[in-house]
């Protein structure tokens, strides 16, 4: 099965999603479509899943997750990742390529100035297993998939180390203003490496302008 007829599906699911910008609400919908295929077309679907899951397992990108969810274990990262797949494949390129262009995507900018919750689809990850129990009752797969890693994955990044503690720092406080940087340059040392990133002075101002739209002051 190509990677062209996985995200085949997630289009169709995520015009039937009543938010296609909720992950629960999209994988749900995939996985609805799945179920329906013949047992082996499913069981196809798990390569180009997995191949993707890895593509994206870019520091750049554990970054972005880092900003926009207020903190970013390795666990959030693989949902954050979920979330990515959800949202289609124009999104996701963009992302995995230049993950500033996450923050032209109006739930993003949302988030910047308001706590809406967590970018997140665990679900998404199991949607082939689950549908393929769906028609088979097992879970088991009649083929192994391996995921192909590029040779740029974060886990062989240092400044991945800071990415994986699951701490929840002023970067998104829960008031408006949130992802600002400022407050903790001096005491974040992720926040310095971050200094220089321009996505992360577009979710600043955003937070700023939302921050005095609100009469909040952001420090």
């Known amino acids: 099965m190509s990677v062209d007829e996985f995200w085949d599906v997630v289009e169709r699911a995520r015009e039937s999603a009543t938010n296609p910008a909720d992950g629960e609400a999209v994988a749900e919908q995939a996985l609805m479509l799945l179920a329906a295929m013949p047992a082996g077309m499913i069981a196809r679907m798990a390569q180009p899943l997995w191949d993707l899951r890895a593509r994206s397992y870019r520091w750049e990108l554990w970054q972005a997750a880092y900003l926009i969810n207020g903190g ?18 124009e999104t996701f390129e963009r992302a995995v390529a230049d993950p500033d262009t996450l923050a032209d995507l109006p739930i993003v900018q949302r988030l910047a100035v308001a706590d809406e ?13 689950d549908a393929y129990r769906a028609v088979t009752g097992s879970m088991e797969l009649p083929r192994a998939t391996t995921p192909t890693w590029s040779g740029d994955v974060c ?26 940087l400022s407050p903790t340059r ?14 992360v002075w577009r979710l600043d101002m955003m937070g700023r302008r939302g921050s005095q739209r609100m009469g909040t002051r952001t420090g």
């Open 155 to 180: 886990r062989s990044s240092p400044r991945c180390s800071w990415l994986r503690s699951d701490r929840r720092s002023s970067l998104r406080s829960g008031l408006p203003g949130n992802l600002r």
């Open 117 to 129: 919750g967590d970018l997140e689809c665990e679900s998404m990850y199991g949607v082939v297993w």
């Open 72 to 89: 970013c274990s390795d666990d959030g990262f693989e949902y954050f990742r979920g979330w990515l797949l959800t949202q289609g494949r």
């Open 186 to 199: 001096e005491t974040d040392p992720l926040a310095a490496d971050l200094a220089a990133w321009p996505f």
